[in-house]
Nanobody, 116 residues
Framework: QVQLVESGGGLVQPGGSLELSCVVS????????MGWYRQAPGKERELVADITSDGIGNYSDSVKGRFIVSRDNAKSTVYLQMHSLTPEDTAVYYC??????????WGQGTQVTVSS
């Protein structure tokens, strides 16, 4: 059974940085693309970044140049470094396998709040 546990969220001031982590278990995730998604209050969940099995990151326009996605396959962990945060980045952040996301199966996520 796939388990994804996100952590690292919190309260940060505008312009600040956070690093999120996602530990994956129960799945040979290293062969697959992993995504970071977020859902802001009153909005639909959106994909903000993903990383291929080869370590190539892709980003939505809203985070490009500010977020960096990476993975450590030895630790079964995916990371999301977030810089120059703005209040518009406030959301619950989730990691997921794209096929799981398509099925509507999600973990608990981690809350990121950007506020002064």
């Amino acid at each position: 059974q796939v388990q994804l546990v996100e952590s690292g969220g919190g309260l940060v001031q505008p312009g600040g940085s956070l690093e999120l982590s996602c530990v994956v278990s129960g799945y040979a995730y290293r062969r697959y693309t992993m995504g970071w998604y977020r859902q802001a209050p009153g909005k639909e969940r959106e994909l903000v970044a993903d990383i291929t099995s080869d370590g190539i990151g892709n980003y939505s326009d809203s985070v490009k140049g500010r977020f960096i996605v990476s993975r450590d396959n030895a630790k079964s962990t995916v990371y999301l470094q977030m810089h120059s945060l703005t209040p518009e980045d406030t959301a619950v952040y989730y990691c997921n396998l794209p096929w799981r996301a398509a099925l509507g199966t999600w973990g608990q996520g981690t809350q990121v709040t950007v506020s002064s």
